[in-house]
């Protein structure tokens, strides 16, 4: 009933910069927070920011100054923009959205089917 397609993901020399969009589509009702996470080989999946619906933002350590979250509600969509890149940034991404598909119904977790950025040193 709801789909995440992300978009943006790539290969790019450190130091560069990509911005990952995600537009959301179905029954949606209300979104809370949006996300993005990411997975590296090997590794577990991580936060890397977050942004809820006041505006509210969150950043892992890793990426503080570097990455920007946005939101769009208007258009159920979200970004990520990325800079100063480096190569322990290469990983999955994953487009994560917290929604209600009508009032009343609980919130779900729902995720898009993620991004390939690749940072090349």
């Keep these: 009933q709801v789909q995440l397609v992300e978009s943006g993901g790539g290969l790019v020399q450190a130091g560069g910069s990509l911005r990952l969009s995600c537009a959301i589509s ?17 590794k577990q999946r991580e936060l890397v920011a977050s942004i809820h619906s006041g505006g509210r933002t969150n950043y892992a350590n890793s990426v503080k100054g570097r990455f920007t979250i946005s939101r769009d509600n208007a258009k159920n969509a979200v970004a990520l923009q990325m800079n100063s890149l480096k190569s322990e940034d290469t990983a999955v991404y994953y487009c994560n959205a ?16 993620g991004t390939q950025v690749t940072v090349s040193s």
């Excluded at 179905?26 to 090997?42: D, L, V």
């Excluded at 917290?98 to 089917?113: A, C, D, F």
């Design 26 to 42: 179905g029954r949606i009702f209300s979104i809370n927070a949006m996300g993005w996470y990411r997975q590296a080989p090997g």
């Design 98 to 113: 917290v929604i209600s598909t009508k009032y009343g119904s609980p919130w779900t977790n729902n995720w898009g089917q």
